[in-house]
Each structure stands twice: as C-alpha cells, then as structure tokens.
C-alpha cells in the first residue's frame, strides 16, 4: 500500500490482522497506529519516541509522526537507519523533501545505497544463500529482523563473532550486537574487528592539543583516513597496499580489502608476518577455515610461542623480555589498546606486568583485565592511591625474573616491532645494558644524560632517552632498585646512576619509532 509498508512485517506484529475483512493498512490505522507499531522493519517506534518524549500519549502515532513531520526535520526512523548519512553527500538536496524509507525502498537499496556507516548491503547479501535471498524485501529490513539475531555480518569491519566475544567479556548479552554497539559501543570506543584499535588509530594523527573524539573512528571505512593509516600494530595498511595487483584501486581500504579478499587469497598484514611460516607450525587450538592467521596469532599462537616468521625463530639469542605498564591516570577505554599492542608483538617470548593505580570497575577496566586474565604472559596487579611509584614499580621487578626490562609508558602504544628492534640489537652485542630511543629535544621533560667516559659540557656526550628503552635488571638490582625519589626509571637522577655502569660501547640506540602515544 506504501513504500514504507511492509505488510509482512506488519502480519508478525499482528498474525490476527491476516483473519480480518481489513487490509493491512486500514487495520494499521485502526488499532496498529493505536497500539504504537510500526509498519516496517526500518521504523523504530521506542528509538523514535526517545528521541522526541513529547509524542508519548500524544494522538499522533510515531509512525505517522516520522511520515508527516519528522523526515522533513531531518529525524532518523530507526538507529539502523541514520537519515543524514544515507543522503550524504549526493543525496544532499533531498533530505527534508524526500522520505528516506520510501527512497531506500523505492530506489537506494537497488543502487546499493547504506543508510548506516556500518551496513554493507552487498556484504550483507553475500552471506546469505540463493533461497534466503528470495523474496528479500531490502537487506537492512532482513537484517534487522533476521540477521542480526543469526550474527550475521553487517559490514566487514564488524565482526558480530568477536564483538559478542568483546561484551561476553565483561558480562554483557545484548538482544543485539549492532543495535548495542549503536547504543553504548560507539561512545565508547569499543572494538568491533579484532584488526581495528580505535586508540591505535588515534595516536597516527599528529598531535594538535585537541585530538578528534575517538567515536569518530566508526568512520574509518568511509575515509581517506582509513587507507592510509594502520588500524591495528599487526595491520600495516601500506605493506598491504604493496601486495595488491594493479587492478586493485588504489583508494579501497586495505582492512576491508583483507576481511573480504586478502586473508582468503593468503596476503600478509605486516613485513614481519609470514601467514604460510606461522600456519606450517604446530598450532593449537587449530586455524579454523577461513580465519585470519595474525588474529590466530595475537590471541593463541604468540602466547605458545609460534614464530611469525623464519628469520625471527632462528635468532641467535633470544631472551624472554620483561615489560613493566603502570597505569596511574587511567584511561580505560583505551588501556585494552595498549596491552594489545603488547599482545601483537612480533617477538612473542615477553611477560607483562600491568599495575593499576585506583581501577574504576568500568567496562573499559573490566574488558582490559579479562584480555590480561586470557593470556599467561600477562601479570595483573592493582593497588590503591598510597604505594608512590617507585615502590610499584620496584614490586613489578619482584614478580619478573628476567634479565632484560622495558619500561612502558601509559599513554604509549608500542608499534608490532618494538621488542624485535631490541632482540636484534641484543644479537648484535649481547654486553648491552641500556637500548634506547630518542627524546625530541625542545620536548620540555627532555634531559640530557652523562654518556660514560666523556665531558658532560660537551654536546655530543649527551644523550636525550627517550620513554621507551631496554634495562637489564642485575644492574638495577645492584643500586638497590628504583628509591622512592625515582617517579620512573626515565628519572635523570636514575639514569645517571645506572650510566655509571656502563661502557661506551654498552648502549645502543634506535633512531625508528618503536610506538604511538
């Protein structure tokens, strides 16, 4: 009877209205409108009604209300149906004169237009099989009413599988993964594909003092922003891009191109990552059919110690890396980014040990502390606000016993690399005690350090450490530990102190990034 009336919808609302002398439109008015239904799987009665209260008990339904009114104001039907996206950017001159629903039905759905960042309708469809594409009134209606409670993917980039995974977590079982993620997970920054890190996203944009809010990064596919940078430490989004074939055009998004072509056709994601090395080991549990041999990787193999390629398992000398993240002004939305970026080393032979100073009990603190609870390498310690931190610190030290120690800073993201670059360099000369990276010089917290046997007036014999480097523990054992004046092993006082011990030729540096802050 209408674009927007979907008389089959409307029957498994009311099976009776099938028995009545009435049609479906005429019995929707009568006692449909009445009772608040909706005619179509892409109107939202309650989500409309929440955004505009006033309309509870009013004599207008909120169907009605959308149809007559509320399009024209630029509202939206249902959280699966954002108005101002679909008409977004050449449908622009349409919004407030056309009824989205009735366009995506009459006209967008056969164009395959989205009306939400995160439905592909032609992904969608290709999970579905010849006889469940018959009779499809439109993919977003099918998934709505079907789909998502079968967990069906509703975009590449959201993985219903490992987001139930994510909220299982932390005790949450929603009615549904997308609606959820809608509702709560955009605000908060939540994961939706295990090769998507939002606050690794984040911390690739140059510091300006005002970073974007992290909820934008939904935005991702959409975005020039997403074929460039790397969502994820194991996702080099320009290796990737190297591997593909000159038909491949250039602007596609290299994430999504691996979800739905590359992980199949066996592409790696990182330099450092050989997907055919890793697979021919013994792996445990078993890859499954079709899943990707990095995600095996972070969440199974690293921790058995399965090596991602075969130059990294025929290292020489490879120690067992001791790494210390004190979490003392949490940010817990994005602490589980950064203990997966631990988690995506590609030297997998480390143990971690997270201390958290006053945790909240948040769902970011929660989900954080199950990912640590999940892998053996990681060592999970909380505290309150009376332990200063070189006592935490000092306690970290207890709890490891191995030889070689880096120091992680809060607010760092570690790039997949990071503990490799040291290993390579321990090959190199085993007699090192401190592996360092660079501090920028006009940075105001950047101190320069006494090199060992040279005139600390001269230029050249200083160096600024920067906050990520490589300690032997002997050494730090010997001075006693950090003393309760020692805020952070990067303290000057510190560093001189451990300096004392070394040779000129004891310490190394690294000129690369080895992380994202």
């Not at 799987?41 to 959308?66: C, K, Q, V």
């Not at 191109?257 to 013994?282: M, N, R, W």
């Not at 090959?427 to 090199?451: G, S, W, Y």
């Amino acid at each position: 009877p209408h674009p927007a009336f979907d008389t089959t919808y409307y029957y498994s609302l009311r099976p009776d209205a099938k028995e009545s002398s009435l049609t479906p439109l005429e019995h929707f008015f009568l006692f449909g409108e009445l009772e608040q239904l909706s005619p179509t799987a892409l109107f939202d009665t309650e989500y409309y009604l929440e955004l505009r209260p006033n309309l509870r008990g009013a004599s207008i339904s909120a169907f009605r209300h959308f149809i007559e009114h509320g399009y024209k104001e630029g509202g939206s039907p249902s959280p699966f149906f954002n108005t101002d996206y679909y008409f977004h950017p050449d449908l622009r001159a349409l919004k407030f004169r056309v009824n989205p629903i009735s366009h995506y039905i009459k006209e967008g759905q056969g164009e395959s237009r989205s009306p939400n960042p995160f439905f592909d309708p032609d992904y969608y469809l290709s999970q579905l099989s010849t006889s469940d594409k018959k009779n499809l009134k439109d993919p977003l209606s099918h998934y709505i009413t079907w789909g998502e409670t079968s967990e069906l993917k509703p975009h590449p980039l959201f993985d219903t599988v490992f987001y139930k995974f994510r909220l299982a977590k932390t005790g949450s079982q929603p009615n549904g993964l997308l609606r959820h993620f809608y509702a709560i997970g955009f605000e908060n920054s939540f994961m939706t594909h295990p090769l998507l890190e939002p606050g690794y996203c984040l911390a690739q944009l140059p510091y300006d003092g005002d970073k974007p809010d992290a909820k934008l990064l939904p935005f991702y596919a959409e975005s020039t922003y997403g074929a460039t940078k790397n969502p994820h430490p194991l996702f080099d989004a320009k290796f990737y891009r190297s591997q593909l074939t000159a038909d491949v055009p250039g602007h596609i998004n290299p994430l999504i191109h691996y979800v739905k072509t590359g992980c199949a056709q066996g592409l790696s994601t990182h330099p450092e990552f050989d997907p055919k090395y890793y697979i021919a080991q013994d792996l445990d549990p078993v890859l499954k059919e079709g899943q990707s041999p990095a995600i095996h990787y972070i969440y199974h193999g690293a921790q058995k110690e399965r090596w991602p390629n075969r130059t990294i398992e025929q290292l020489t000398f490879k120690p067992r890396m001791s790494l210390v993240l004190l979490i003392d002004k949490p940010e817990f939305n994005f602490l589980s980014g950064r203990i997966l970026a631990v988690m995506s080393q590609l030297y997998p032979r480390w143990r971690l040990s997270v201390i958290v100073r006053n945790p909240d009990g948040s769902d970011g603190y929660q989900y954080a502390k199950a990912l640590a609870a999940d892998d053996s390498r990681i060592d999970w310690i909380e505290t309150d606000d009376k332990d200063s931190s070189a006592t935490l610190l000092n306690l970290a030290l207890e709890r490891s016993a191995d030889e070689y120690l880096v120091f992680v800073d809060e607010q760092m993201y570690l790039k997949a690399f990071a503990l490799l670059v040291f290993v390579r360099q321990l090959n190199r000369n085993p007699d090192l005690i401190l592996i360092h990276t660079d501090r920028n010089k006009n940075d105001p917290d950047a101190m320069p350090i006494e090199v060992p046997g040279s005139e600390f007036n001269s230029l050249s014999a200083r160096i600024f450490i920067g906050p990520l480097a490589c300690f032997k523990r002997s050494l730090i054992n010997q001075m006693g530990g950090l003393g309760t004046w020692h805020q952070t092993v990067y303290n000057k006082h510190f560093l001189t102190h451990y300096l004392h011990q070394a040779s000129s030729n004891s310490i190394a540096h690294v000129s690369e990034p080895l992380h994202y802050t």
